[in-house]
Structures are given as structure tokens and as C-alpha cells.
T-cell receptor, first 114, second 108 residues
Framework: NAGVTQTPKFQVLKTGQSMTLQCAQDMNHEYMSWYRQDPGMGLRLIHYSVGAGITDQGEVPNGYNVSRSTTEDFPLRLLSAAPSQTSVYFC?????????????FGQGTRLTVV | DAKTTQPPSMDCAEGRAANLPCNHSTISGNEYVYWYRQIHSQGPQYIIHGLKNNETNEMASLIITEDRKSSTLILPHATLRDTAVYYCIVPSTDKLIFGTGTRLQVFP
């Protein structure tokens, strides 16, 4: 198993550009989520999904879109990047609801918006 | 959602036990306590979780008080590689909410 795979690892965007951060897991996990981590801060939940076709907002959803068409993939879309979205983004997955089982995290995507 | 409180930082000598406390006084009867850690800027890593009883695995032990209002994560023989930020979390149904955690520094 590869676990949770995030691509790309690094990205520089210009203000106003759009992009999609990819997250894939090969563990047949139902639950997937996206976090962002700003310097010196803890992780903040952006969006999450409890299964294919089901998504919901987390703590800081503004400026981000998600969809879940398959169990394996949970892409995060930035429609119009802003400097405030400069951060490290982590994707996580778990077999069951995240309150009942351990979560597995990817290694992160480091995004800089200039 | 139950809120957790942790000290911002702790030090521990290599080879000694590291005891990391966490307060979660508003925890509900069916909510678990989870511990994760984050080494440098890597993705967080699951350590252990528990409901009522003390738990132990190959990484750590978790001691939960009888009233469940606090817990302690124990790394029995800390190594330099255990230097990390440790997060104590009481998840709500579908959300894992991170605080700022405890920065553990293990020194030689």
C-alpha cells in the first residue's frame, strides 16, 4: 500500500490562478479530509468527505472546492488563488468515521501564492 | 466538541520517560481521546487512542483519569527522534480538530 499520496509536493501560483491539489489513497477508506497548516499553527480542517458523493465544510472552507466521485480520490480546488492561501496542505483518510479510528496523513503540498 | 488544553512546550532528557498531559474536562461519555504527533513539517502520525481504560502500544502508553477529564501520554524511553509537536484531540463525529499541541524537545 502506498497509503495517502499527495501531488504535487511543491507549487508556486500567481494570484488569481487556479489549481487542483490531488489526494489519493489505496486503503479503501471511506473518510477523507483536507487540512491547511500555516507557520507555527496547528492544522485547520478545510473540507471533508464521509464517502463517495458526500462532502461537507470544515473550519475554513472559503476559497476551496471539493468533490468526491470515487472512494480513492479527493481533490481540492483553488478557484482563484490568493496570497492568504499560502500554506502547507495535508490530506488525511480513515477507514471509518474519524472519531472512531486512526487517520493516515499524506506528506503535504507546500503552496506559495505570489 | 470537547476542547483540549495542553502545555505549549516540554523538555525531556533522552532515555527518560516523557509525560505529556492533556485536559479535556468537557468530554462526553462516548468520546475517545486521540494522540497524534507531527515531526518537523511532515504529515501528522497517529500514536494511540482510548476511551476509558489505559492503553499501551509499541509507541506509547495512554493513561486516562477515572473521571475522564484528563489524560497523559507516556513515551517510556524518549529518543531524539521523538522531538515533535504532540496533539491531544477529542474528535467530534466527523471532524478531527487540531489545537496548537505540545512541542516536546528531547535533549541528549
Amino acid at each position: 500500500n502506498a497509503g495517502v499520496t499527495q501531488t504535487p509536493k511543491f507549487q508556486v501560483l500567481k494570484t488569481g490562478q487556479s489549481m487542483t491539489l490531488q489526494c489519493a489513497q489505496d486503503m479503501n477508506h471511506e473518510y477523507m479530509s483536507w487540512y491547511r497548516q500555516d507557520p507555527g499553527m496547528g492544522l485547520r480542517l478545510i473540507h471533508y468527505s464521509v464517502g463517495a458523493g458526500i462532502t461537507d465544510q470544515g473550519e475554513v472552507p472559503n476559497g476551496y472546492n471539493v468533490s468526491r466521485s470515487t472512494t480513492e480520490d479527493f481533490p481540492l480546488r483553488l478557484l482563484s488563488a490568493a496570497p492568504s492561501q499560502t500554506s502547507v496542505y495535508f490530506c488525511a483518510s480513515s477507514y471509518l468515521r474519524i472519531s472512531n479510528t486512526e487517520a493516515f496523513f499524506g506528506q503535504g503540498t507546500r503552496l506559495t501564492v505570489v | 466538541d470537547a476542547k483540549t488544553t495542553q502545555p505549549p512546550s516540554m523538555d525531556c532528557a533522552e532515555g527518560r520517560a516523557a509525560n505529556l498531559p492533556c485536559n479535556h474536562s468537557t468530554i462526553s461519555g462516548n468520546e475517545y481521546v486521540y494522540w497524534y504527533r507531527q515531526i518537523h513539517s511532515q504529515g501528522p502520525q497517529y500514536i494511540i487512542h482510548g476511551l476509558k481504560n489505559n492503553e499501551t502500544n509499541e509507541m506509547a502508553s495512554l493513561i486516562i483519569t477515572e473521571d475522564r477529564k484528563s489524560s497523559t501520554l507516556i513515551l517510556p524511553h524518549a529518543t531524539l527522534r521523538d522531538t515533535a509537536v504532540y496533539y491531544c484531540i477529542v474528535p467530534s463525529t466527523d471532524k478531527l480538530i487540531f489545537g496548537t499541541g505540545t512541542r516536546l524537545q528531547v535533549f541528549p
